[in-house]
């Protein structure tokens, strides 16, 4: 093959490989028993439940999920990558392949009512610190 034709099929390659290449589509749905909950992932506000988002990367994600006259939930939870998602597949599954790869996950947290302390409870607890100093 001449360097010329070389040189072309190169460029080609380069350009077409994007065009052709296929995308990767990754959701996370959030459900809350009750729903409505405001769900926060590592720090950012994402909304109510049941919210759906996007994402960019795997791993351990931090959860906070709280609603009015419900104890606060904080928790992480770990999403973990298809096997096709590491390397070197990955190369072939994003680049080569020219569909569209949906990757979806659903997490489901259930909420405990809040807790209501009582004023003698509360006391007895009081006077227990104050002989503990």
């Known amino acids: 093959m001449r360097k010329s034709n070389l040189v072309v099929l190169i460029v080609v390659g380069l350009v077409a490989t994007p065009i052709l290449s296929g995308c990767v589509e990754r959701t996370l749905t959030i459900n809350t028993e009750p729903l409505g909950a405001l769900v926060v992932l590592n720090d950012e506000e994402i909304g109510t439940s049941p919210v759906t988002v996007s994402f960019e990367w795997y791993g351990d994600y931090n959860v906070r999920v709280s609603k009015e006259g419900f104890e606060t939930l904080k928790t992480h939870r770990k999403l973990k990558a298809p096997w096709y998602d590491g390397f070197p597949f990955d190369f ?14 659903e997490w489901t947290f259930e909420l405990e009512p809040k807790k209501e302390i009582n004023r003698e409870e509360l006391i007895r607890k009081a006077e227990e610190l104050k002989k503990q100093l």
């Open 92 to 105: 072939f599954a994003h680049t080569l392949n020219p569909g569209r790869i949906v990757n979806e996950y």
